[in-house]
């Protein structure tokens, strides 16, 4: 056993890069300036995530606005509001082509969307029940890359060619992910398995409820709450991680599958779409170890031990707080709670509603003496969608994929951009800081490392 932890000792050593290092050789970590600001790596018209400005120098925070296409979302949403419509179809329209439909173009566009959401034949039973997974992101990611045989020109990068590949993968990503949820549920959960056909005349927010509910049933207000949690998280930028990695994929050369399946590995991570399920995990652990809900005093005390680590998870993060480029305020975020406060009023949840804008409120004040910082900590959107699907009775396992559900529109954007603008692949530099070492002749060489690999291989 000492063998194998001096094995893993002299590997972890042997990939350890000391910080000072960086500093020396000013690399930029994470892309990150000095100031958290992002390193500019490229140009977008698809999305602005507006946080701050900087005024001679200086970083200077301001309140957050989303922009699709130059158009606010908030703008989108109060206009779909009024009217008592779906806008998540109006805003893959307007990321896609630039410019707003008008109702005829949408009316055609949702039944577009709508006539492609069937899955080819046999692909649900041969694919995705064959082959069951409990994490039903990796089943996504999966089956993206499965369903690259059905296409009779999946190389061809033509803008036109890849447009087609990107609304019939739009249009499947919510049947895919219900059918991967409802064969986990069946395989194991030792549950029913119900499938059922998608209705080609549901927007995305109602076809995802009825293909998740055994009954089918959801109210108006259910859809309409989803229909907008899809249109705030729909893009962020070309600087997100699974943006990004849509962007370096797509300026490889390589096809629309792998490449969004690269989204999907990416928004995958807890530090990117997989923050939500953090949230609800987290909420969860606080509500437990918390005994008056309403008491600011018993909460900032047990929030001041997460960020020492010595609560909850160990990491000193509280999930769905902060952001890289919103600072006062997530725009998403405000939205989603406005919308979640008269949900939780109606299936009596306030008490729960209320902690989370005591956390929201108290965070930036526990942060500040804690840390000692006097950064800006807005809450993020996470910090809210998770709450709401919870009360949609959305299961956690769900969140990150309906993320994906929204955010493939954006990198379906930014990969026909990409495509169209690009034009030179994506290749940084990474220093070389390992020091030169002779050739040990084959007699000379340590064993023992084989012990090592067979204990994790579990052989």
Not at 243 to 270: E, N, P, Q, R
Request: hydrophobic residues 40%; aromatic residues 10%; glycine residues 8%.
């Amino acid at each position: 056993m000492e063998n194998i932890k001096e094995q893993l000792k002299e590997i972890t050593d042997d990939n350890y890069i000391k910080s000072e290092l960086y500093e020396k050789f000013n690399v930029k970590r994470g892309l990150r300036n000095s100031d958290g600001t992002g390193v500019l790596v490229g140009l977008t018209r698809v999305g602005e995530v507006h946080g701050y400005i900087v005024d001679e120098g200086e970083k200077v925070a301001v309140p957050g606005k989303l922009y699709y296409r130059g158009v606010d979302v908030e703008d989108i949403t109060s206009a779909a509001a009024k009217d008592g419509r779906f806008c998540f179809e109006e805003t893959i329209y307007l990321l896609l082509f630039g410019r707003l439909p008008n109702r005829k173009q949408l009316l055609d566009f949702t039944e577009l969307l709508g006539s492609n959401r069937a899955l080819p034949k046999n692909f649900a039973e041969d694919v995705i029940m064959r082959a069951p997974s409990k994490d039903i992101m990796n089943k996504l990611g999966s089956s993206i890359f499965a369903l690259y045989p059905f296409d009779e020109a999946p190389e061809d990068q033509s803008p036109e060619n890849v447009l087609r590949q990107c609304i019939n993968l739009i249009a499947r990503f919510p049947t895919i992910v219900a059918y991967a949820y409802m064969s986990k549920k069946h395989y194991f959960d030792n549950e029913s398995l119900v499938i059922h056909p998608s209705d080609p005349t549901f927007s995305t927010a109602e076809t995802l409820l009825s293909l998740i509910r055994p009954d089918q049933k959801y109210t108006e207000y259910e859809a309409q709450l989803l229909d907008l949690a899809l249109v705030l998280h729909a893009e962020h930028g070309g600087g997100n991680n699974s943006t990004f990695a849509v962007h370096v994929v797509s300026s490889a050369d390589t096809d629309t599958y792998s490449t969004i399946a690269s989204g999907i590995g990416s928004l995958k991570g807890f530090k990117h779409g997989g923050a939500n399920a953090k949230v609800i995990s987290m909420m969860d652990n606080i509500m437990k170890n918390v005994k008056n809900w309403e008491s600011e005093e018993e909460v900032s005390a047990y929030l001041e031990k997460i960020l020492k680590g010595e609560a909850y998870d160990g990491t000193r993060l509280i999930y769905g707080q902060g952001h890289a480029v919103y600072t006062i305020t997530d725009p998403r975020a405000i939205l989603l709670r406005d919308k979640a406060e008269a949900l939780a009023e109606e299936k009596g949840l306030m008490k729960e509603f209320n902690l989370h804008r005591l956390i929201e409120r108290l965070v930036p004040v526990v942060f500040k003496r804690v840390k000692g910082s006097d950064k800006e900590i807005c809450t993020n959107v996470d910090f809210y969608s998770g709450f709401v699907y919870k009360m949609l009775g959305i299961p956690a396992e769900l969140n990150t994929p309906i993320f994906a559900i929204s955010r493939i529109a954006g990198w379906c954007a930014h990969r026909l951009e990409e495509i169209i603008t690009g034009g030179r692949i994506i290749r940084p530099a990474y220093k070389c800081v390992q020091q030169r070492n002779e050739y040990i002749e084959i007699e000379k060489r340590k064993d023992g490392l084989l012990l090592w690999l067979k204990k994790i291989l579990h052989i």
